[in-house]
């Protein structure tokens, strides 16, 4: 999308919404942060009526950016606008900007907010590492046991919920988006009862609900006006909890706080959030990652496979080889596997690096 992000004074991609820095002296932190409310003098933006970028501003803007006549003026522009210049996805007439850009929920909740929540929850989060004790706070030794409770829950939950979770509190470097995700949705709310304080764990559990109403297959308007209203009264709350319009707090107040404002528009532009989060095209990047066999000319080595698939899906549909063909995880363990009673749903299998430790099939 060729925009400046964090480093823009208006850094969300869907809306112009002015973006405050810290103003602390000696201060060396460029980021802007989006709280909704913010001042002196005390400013509030109205969360359900955001001053949204169309694509007709957001080319202009891009114009102005680059037809400015110093490089100077051009990179203030940019910083102001928060577009550095015209994408060249803007040829396509096809696409629009910013709605053809959908908020990747997989990034936005699992790798961000739910990450910074439990940074703040233990805190670690970076820039409020050493403030003194907050209602929020869970103690040491009590998120030592919600880590051990974590990874004990793996040997009683079907593996049809997802991949095993490792402990939240040693292990954290292993949790991919997935662990995340099942630990959000099915443990947090369990394990976090009562070790929570009551305001930031109810507001957990919001966040759940609005999660789990996102994630469903299909979406009616009365959801989306849900996940609309909730994520609007979440954010306010998130801000009344974790900011407390304090200005040393304001790092709390992330972009990706404020993106959750947009999930709603996402949804009704391009669909529900499983249509174009990243978990699919990350599966692919893997698949392809792991065919690289030569430093030196790696780019060879994934052009080599994209054809060589390419070759095989053709070569599947002409002549009608989908079965016989079929070099998938399945179609291996299909292979190798032993299967005990004619049970089609079950194959016995020797460990192989086909399949991850903790996976089961
Ligand atoms: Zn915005």
Redesign the pocket.
Known sequence: MNMKGHNGRCP?R??Y?IGVQISAEGNKNHTYY?PLSRGPPRISYDATN?PLRTHAQFLADAHRVETAPTTAEANSLATECGVKGTPILSALSSLEFPTSFPIDFMHLIWENIVKNLILLWTKNFPALAHENSQPYHIKKTVWDAIGEATAAAGSSIPSAFGSRVPNIAKNRGDFSAEAYSIWTLFLGPVLLWKFLKKPYYDHFVDLVTLLTVCMRFELTPTDVRFIRDGFVKWVQRYEELYYRSDTHRLPVCTINV??L??IADSIEQCGPVWAYWCFAVERFCGSLLRTIRNRRFPFACLDRRIRDIAQLDQIKVRYNLSKILDLSLRGQIKDRGTCINNCKSGWLLAVSRFLRSNQII
């Open positions: 969300c869907a809306c919404i989006v955001l404020h993106s404002l947009h």
